[in-house]
């Protein structure tokens, strides 16, 4: 039996090190990118959160706020294989997965199937546009975000490691689209909304785009040590009292399971979050704190990472679009009523350790 006190032990040497290896690689890559790409800092801190976790990520914006740019950019400067893929309603399965084609041996003269990978088989996948596509197309995705494999001819293939897919989709223009149900936004760990530049960034925005010159990243991480990186945020430490106030966050939303619901959720919400919404969130917590220089994670990490990780898995009913009620509202709500149990003495001592 494990001991209760285990987690008042101050963190090692080696993960503290680790730590402050992460972090330093986090700004050597955020100085990179933004050589590219002009502000988005918070999208960035996302994207490579839910990234270092192995997650997948939906990016919401309208068209023109560098979405594609970020996601090739970042895939440079991790030296990561990048592939796009525009979704349109006559893209089919094979069109991403890959076909088999008849190869002739001319020196024997016989013929044999031969698999021509498609763009899936890559580390960062763009899937751009994807509710433009059928169910059918949507459905293969799926498979690879889930499986990480794709099957072709009943045989199934594994994806490179780490593989990632960040879709787009327009919040505007809903006609001729095919809305992700929410078995599918449930397997993104992010969703990340793309809002406008300010006014400095956009003026830099300008500047860059209409002078004769374009700065390239450097490469700073490999693909190995992006696993390693996500191996380490596994490795993070929670308390349980921490571990509890993710799940009981995660938990307000669900108003059918009892009368002690916050009435903002009673009127507002339809249907609450899985029981994925809370393994999430603690995983981005974990990576959260990495990034932040910390050994453990605390409740501030939890409630940083609450509207990626929740707002698309959340309902709101008619009610709320009548009262303009949004689902980042309701989790805001919830924030300020549900608040994290006092720590416990016995831990603090070894949990308030982190890196400057």
């Given at each position: 039996m494990q001991d209760p006190s285990a987690e008042s032990t101050p963190a090692s040497g080696n993960a503290i090190e680790a730590v402050a290896r992460v972090r330093r690689t986090y700004e050597q890559l955020r100085t990179e990118i933004h050589r590219t790409v002009v502000g988005q800092d918070d999208?960035?801190?996302?994207?490579?959160?839910?990234?270092?976790?192995?997650?997948?990520?939906?990016?919401?914006?309208?068209?023109?706020?560098a979405k594609t740019l970020l996601v090739s950019t970042i895939a440079r400067a991790m030296s990561l294989q990048f592939a796009r893929i525009q979704f349109t309603p006559d893209l089919m399965p094979s069109d991403m997965t890959g076909t088999e084609v008849i190869e002739e041996n001319k020196s024997t003269g016989t013929r044999q199937l031969r698999f021509v990978r498609g763009p899936l088989f890559a580390n960062i996948v763009l899937a751009d546009e994807i509710n433009r596509t059928?169910?059918?197309?949507?459905?293969?995705?799926?498979?690879?975000?889930?499986?990480?494999?794709?099957?072709?001819?009943?045989?199934?293939?594994?994806?490179?490691?780490?593989?990632?897919?960040?879709?787009?989709?327009?919040?505007?223009?809903?006609?001729?689209?095919?809305?992700?149900?929410?078995?599918?936004?449930?397997?993104?760990?992010?969703?990340?909304?793309?809002?406008?530049?300010?006014?400095?960034?956009?003026l830099e925005i300008v500047r860059r785009t209409t002078s004769g010159t374009a700065a390239e990243s450097e490469v700073v991480l490999s693909a190995i040590?992006?696993?390693?990186?996500?191996?380490?945020?596994?490795?993070?430490?929670?308390?349980?009292?921490?571990?509890?106030?993710?799940?009981?966050?995660?938990?307000?939303?669900?108003?059918?399971?009892?009368?002690?619901?916050?009435?903002?959720?009673?009127?507002?919400?339809?249907w609450g979050a899985g029981p994925r919404a809370s393994q999430f969130l603690v995983l981005a917590a974990k990576a959260k704190a990495i990034l932040a220089g910390a050994t453990h994670v605390t409740p501030e990490h939890i409630e940083a990472i609450v509207l990626p990780v929740m707002r698309h898995r959340i309902v709101v009913n008619f009610n709320a679009e009548a009262d303009g009620v949004k689902a980042d509202d309701v989790l805001r709500a919830i924030l300020t009523h549900v608040r994290p149990d006092g720590a416990d003495p016995r831990t603090s001592r070894g949990l308030d350790l982190s890196v400057r």
């Open positions: 999208v960035l801190e996302q994207v490579l959160i839910a990234m270092f976790c192995g997650g997948h990520v939906l990016l919401e914006g309208v068209p023109g706020l059928p169910p059918k197309t949507q459905a293969a995705l799926l498979e690879a975000m889930q499986e990480r494999q794709v099957t072709s001819g009943g045989v199934a293939m594994a994806l490179p490691s780490p593989f990632f897919v960040l879709a787009t989709q327009n919040p505007i223009e809903q006609e001729g689209t095919y809305p992700l149900p929410e078995a599918q936004l449930d397997r993104f760990m992010f969703n990340v909304r793309i809002g406008y530049p300010t006014e400095a960034d956009e040590e992006c696993l390693e990186i996500q191996s380490l945020v596994r490795s993070i430490p929670i308390a349980d009292h921490v571990a509890r106030y993710a799940i009981r966050i995660v938990r307000a939303t669900r108003v059918r399971e009892g009368d002690d619901a916050l009435e903002i959720c009673r009127n507002y919400l339809a």
